[in-house]
């Protein structure tokens, strides 16, 4: 396989999740407080469904060689 390995970790859909609902932030402390609050209220469910992805998700990074998913 050449080129960059596959990052499989659903942190980073979890992240994501949480860019999409950030609010503008004028310094660095509302920005932390913001993550923090938008962490906590990061409902189970989304991250439950995200854990429960990662058999799929390896199943089709194998299936692609190692190169893009739909995931």
Do not use: F
Request: charged share 15%; net charge negative.
């Amino acid at each position: 396989m050449s080129g960059p390995l596959p990052y499989l970790s659903p942190v980073e859909h979890a992240w994501d999740q949480l860019k999409r609902q950030m609010p503008s932030c004028h310094s660095v402390h509302d920005l932390e407080l913001a993550v923090q609050d938008l962490w906590t209220h990061l409902p189970q469910d989304n991250i439950r469904c995200l854990i429960n992805s990662m058999p799929d998700r390896v199943a089709a990074c194998i299936a692609a060689g190692g190169g893009p998913t739909r995931y």
